[in-house]
């Protein structure tokens, strides 16, 4: 089974700051990865899928990046919206997700 | 718009079963698989399976093996989650989400509103 990392755990972060969280896998997946957001009491929503491809409706500050076992999924200017935990998923061999980044209020 | 809506919370006791069900409208249901992932209080996601509604194939994580049976109906557009045997550790929300048709290797681009399966004595 391909086992997902993330880090760090929990983020604590400014509205307006650059925030970027990195997700491991433990064999390569290739660019078969997908980030999620999610707010407590609610389904994930799906913000980026294959690293780095943005879901339609999901606005421009969000990004993916990477290839192979790591990847980063980078908010380029924290809103008051995205405080939020977000997990990555590797869809490579069946679905594997990591254990979950929070982004709290600093 | 696509909606997938989700039977209501249950409550179980150890040793039974359970059978969570997801109507899907607003696209063709057998263009697409569904996948179901739970979320135990204050966890994390786990994927438990696949199925796909387009030639009913299916594949299930190997921790849930012989436990658990996902099928769909696709005349009512709707996918059945049933786990057998509940532990206490199978307490969590379960999720249906729209899936790849043709593998069990897929993100995920709808989800239901999830469903609270409790299992205690």
Redesign the interface.
């Known amino acids: 089974?391909i086992q997902m990392t993330q880090s760090p755990s929990t983020l604590s972060a400014s509205v307006g700051d650059r925030v970027t969280i990195t997700c491991r896998a433990s064999q390569s997946i290739s660019s078969?990865l997908?980030w999620?957001q999610?707010k407590p009491g609610k389904?994930?929503?799906?913000l980026i899928?294959?690293a780095s491809s943005l879901?339609s409706g999901v606005p421009s500050r969000f990004s993916g990046s990477g290839s192979g076992t790591e990847f980063t999924l980078t908010i380029s200017s924290l809103q008051p919206d995205d405080f939020a935990t977000y997990?990555c998923?590797q869809?490579?061999?069946?679905?594997?997700?990591?254990?979950?980044t929070k982004v709290d209020i600093k | 718009q696509v909606q997938l809506v989700q039977s209501g919370a249950e409550v179980k006791k150890p040793g039974a079963s359970v059978k969570v069900s997801c109507k899907a409208s607003g696209y063709t249901f057998t263009s697409y698989g569904i996948s179901w992932v739970r979320q135990a209080p204050g966890q994390g996601l786990e994927w438990m399976g696949w199925i796909s509604a387009y030639n009913g194939n299916t594949n299930y994580a190997q921790k849930l093996q012989g436990r658990v049976t996902m099928t769909t109906d696709t005349s009512t557009s709707t996918a059945y989650m049933e786990l057998r045997s509940l532990r206490s550790d199978d307490t969590a929300v379960y999720y249906c989400a729209r899936a790849e048709p043709y593998g069990s290797g897929s993100c995920f681009d709808y989800w239901g509103q999830g469903t609270l399966v409790t299992v205690s004595s």
């Not at chain 1, 869809?91 to 979950?100: E, L, R």
């Open positions: 089974d078969w997908a999620y999610q389904a994930p929503k799906l899928y294959k879901e997990y998923q869809y490579n061999s069946y679905s594997t997700f990591g254990p979950g």
